[in-house]
């Protein structure tokens, strides 16, 4: 005779519950006070600032709960929505060994990754771990299904759907590839970490004396490396920037972008007087990107690094829309090698995701000098223009006061085929600008001049000759640009432009890859 179910299920129940609460608690008290000295939420409170409210649904909570003091593996992953939008999560527990990888935590790892690819949803990763495990590494490095192929998975994933790393606090070795391969990095200062090799085993294999902080904080890797995209202040902000990012980000490459409704942008200065006259007076791109979209849409990834070129989304008329615009108040808005790997990511994550664009230029060209091109100018820059010519969403080039050189071509200039060039009348485009191009052509004469007064005349005559030939109205009379318009006009021409072009077809070329010295 079958045995009454209360009879069984009331123990059962009760040791579930206690592996459960268990499980969920993480690691030792005295671990939990270690995050709270760092100014470091739970791992589970973190998943639940992210997540909508009552969305989180969990996966191998109950992972290793046979061992004692590895609650979960020493992560947190699972399911949930942000505004309404399905997610996964994938979630180091600082509390348990350091949040390091166990032959748990990979197949967790692996597992969710495959989820978010199946179900085409956006992946977060909310990083804070000591690294691999060195005791358990013949269990978890050598096979198919071992560490490894949660960067494989990244690598095949990549524009396919969004991914988003916070990094809380470290992840070193291997494991600092993990924000290496997402769209977008959020670092919360004075915690996170990213480097290859820690400081003690940099002593002991090259003999510097290096910090952690100095070699790969947060401040380092937003400032000079580039590998961070956004520092927070703390957990919590960090938590909202990302969920900022997916505001933005369609679910997949193959879903629309979200939209919303649209707002007028707030009442300011015009355009013709943010923008001088004068080519070489420098101005705030911040106050021009103001006055065209949407008001409080403008979201900028990687503000701190290569800040002669800004990235950003905004919205336009409730659309989102990528910006990349040169500003003239950071080195005169010139082109740099950390500025062309800046503009490729970017380029590159819009176009994956389905986001149009728009380049608003005001650059005298490329930076020149030995120290640039033994860095590498020509290897990035070619990077950067590659990402261009591949790009196959909407684009926009708007020319505000000059575009020179190489310059013109990585502001998606006529020759990189944008779906529209606009010009504003002060516009001036060419091979070089004025002072740079005169002292080229008229060098030995200047030179042979010796009355310092006469020099000056020539070359100032010599340089209003050349800006005759730059004058826009010739370019527009040429057919080379497609409009030229007022700064009052613009926003109205973006906005009926993209209508139009959201319905552009997108054409790749045939082929496998293309190849870039990058």
């Keep these: 005779m079958a045995t009454e179910p209360e009879t069984l299920d009331i123990p059962l129940e009760r040791e579930l519950l206690s592996r459960v609460e268990a499980a969920k608690a993480g690691g030792a008290a005295k671990y939990h006070e270690a995050i709270a000295r760092q100014n470091k939420m739970f791992v589970r409170d973190r998943v639940e600032a992210l997540l909508d409210e009552g969305s989180f649904v969990e996966d191998g909570l109950l992972a290793r709960t046979m061992d004692e003091g590895l609650a979960a593996d020493a992560i947190v992953t699972?399911?949930?929505?942000?505004?309404?939008?399905?997610?996964?999560?994938?979630?180091?527990?600082?509390?348990?060994?350091?949040?390091?990888?166990?032959?748990?935590?990979?197949?967790?790892?692996?597992?969710?990754?495959?989820?978010?690819?199946?179900?085409?949803?956006?992946?977060?990763?909310l990083v804070d771990s000591a690294g691999a495990r060195l005791d358990e590494q013949f269990d978890l490095f050598i096979d198919r299904g071992h560490a490894g192929r949660i960067?494989?998975?990244?690598?095949?994933?990549?524009?396919?759907?969004?991914?988003?790393?916070?990094?809380?606090?470290?992840?070193?070795?291997?494991?600092?590839?993990?924000?290496?391969?997402?769209?977008?990095?959020?670092?919360?200062?004075?915690?996170?970490?990213?480097?290859?090799?820690?400081?003690?085993?940099?002593?002991?294999?090259?003999?510097?004396?290096?910090?952690?902080?100095?070699?790969?904080?947060?401040?380092?890797?937003?400032?000079?490396?580039?590998?961070?995209?956004?520092?927070?202040?703390?957990?919590?902000?960090?938590?909202?920037?990302?969920?900022?990012?997916?505001?933005?980000?369609?679910?997949?490459?193959?879903?629309?972008?979200?939209?919303?409704?649209?707002?007028?942008?707030?009442?300011?200065?015009?355009?013709?007087?943010?923008?001088?006259?004068?080519?070489?007076?420098?101005?705030?791109?911040?106050?021009?990107?103001?006055?065209?979209?949407?008001?409080?849409?403008?979201?900028?990834?990687?503000?701190?690094?290569?800040?002669e070129l800004i990235t950003a989304f905004a919205r336009l008329d409730g659309r989102p829309v990528g910006i990349v615009a040169s500003q003239p108040n950071f080195k005169g808005g010139i082109l740099t090698a950390d500025t062309s790997d800046k503009g490729a990511q970017f380029v590159q994550m819009c176009n994956a995701y389905g986001i149009p664009l728009i380049f608003l230029s005001d650059t005298p060209g490329f930076m020149v000098g030995s120290v640039v091109e033994r860095g590498g100018i020509i290897r990035h820059g070619a990077k950067y223009l590659s990402a261009i010519a591949n790009c196959t969403v909407p684009r926009i080039s708007v020319m505000l006061r000059k575009s020179y050189g190489a310059a013109y071509m990585a502001m998606s200039g006529a020759t990189f085929d944008p779906d529209a060039m606009i010009a504003l009348p002060s516009t001036k485009m060419a091979i070089m600008g004025p002072e740079a191009a005169v002292n080229a052509i008229w060098s030995n004469r200047i030179e042979a001049i010796e009355d310092p007064e006469e020099r000056e005349a020539f070359v100032n005559a010599r340089r209003e000759e050349y800006l005759v030939n730059l004058d826009i109205f010739r370019a527009a009379s040429e057919f080379y640009v497609d409009s030229v318009i007022p700064g009052d006009e613009l926003r109205r021409e973006l906005i009926l432009r993209m209508r139009h072009y959201a319905n552009k077809k997108r054409e790749t070329v045939p082929r496998h890859n293309a190849v870039i010295r990058g």
Excluded at 83 to 111: E, L, M, S
Excluded at 224 to 233: F, H, I, R, W
Excluded at 280 to 300: A, H, N
Aim: proline share 9%.
């Design 78 to 125: 699972g399911l949930g929505t942000v505004d309404g939008r399905p997610v996964c999560v994938i979630a180091n527990d600082p509390t348990v060994k350091a949040g390091a990888w166990g032959r748990q935590t990979i197949r967790k790892y692996v597992r969710m990754q495959e989820e978010a690819a199946r179900s085409r949803c956006p992946l977060v990763y």
């Design 151 to 307: 960067f494989w998975n990244q690598c095949r994933m990549s524009g396919v759907t969004p991914q988003i790393c916070i990094l809380f606090g470290p992840s070193p070795a291997g494991a600092a590839y993990v924000p290496a391969f997402c769209d977008a990095v959020i670092m919360v200062d004075g915690n996170a970490a990213a480097f290859l090799g820690s400081p003690r085993m940099v002593k002991m294999a090259i003999k510097e004396e290096v910090t952690a902080e100095e070699m790969g904080g947060a401040r380092m890797h937003c400032d000079v490396s580039g590998l961070g995209d956004q520092l927070a202040k703390d957990d919590a902000h960090a938590l909202e920037l990302a969920r900022t990012y997916l505001s933005y980000l369609p679910q997949s490459w193959e879903h629309p972008v979200p939209l919303t409704d649209p707002v007028e942008p707030p009442e300011g200065p015009r355009l013709n007087e943010i923008i001088p006259e004068n080519q070489v007076k420098p101005f705030d791109m911040r106050e021009v990107l103001t006055q065209l979209f949407d008001e409080g849409s403008i979201f900028q990834h990687k503000p701190r690094f290569a800040k």
